[in-house]
Nanobody, 124 residues
Framework: QVQLVESGGGLVQSGGSLRLACVASGLDHYSITWFRQAAGKEREGVSCIGGTSGMTDYADSVKGRFTISRDYAKSTVYLQMNSLKPEDTAVYYC???????????????????WGSGTLVTVSS
């Protein structure tokens, strides 16, 4: 059974922090990518981590503020978000892709599985 479930979203003031979690059951060898979609905006890749303790990558807009990590014992990928800005407000989705091995990508069209999203709202 394959399932991705996001959690950890909420309302936070500008400058605050949140940690998102993506439980990715049965997907230990898949890359995991966090996407976000703000109201009226296109979906964009935020951060990703490869399978088998592979590479990580970040969008330029979040470098130095967000950190992605993976706990294989819990089948969970985390996105620690610090120094949050109102521009980070969006629904955040995790997705899994099985063809990349230790690498990862922001190619939403190539994702094999998607979670349902968790809302992050950052107030001014």
């Amino acid at each position: 059974q394959v399932q991705l479930v996001e959690s950890g979203g909420g309302l936070v003031q500008s400058g605050g922090s949140l940690r998102l979690a993506c439980v990715a059951s049965g997907l230990d060898h898949y890359s995991i990518t966090w996407f976000r979609q703000a109201a009226g905006k296109e979906r964009e890749g935020v951060s990703c981590i490869g399978g088998t303790s592979g590479m990580t990558d970040y969008a330029d807009s979040v470098k130095g503020r967000f950190t992605i990590s993976r706990d294989y014992a819990k089948s969970t990928v985390y996105l620690q978000m610090n120094s949050l800005k109102p521009e980070d407000t969006a629904v955040y989705y995790c997705a899994a892709e099985g063809a990349y091995g230790s690498s990862c990508s922001f190619h939403y069209y190539a994702m094999d599985y998607w979670g349902s999203g968790t809302l992050v709202t950052v107030s001014s």
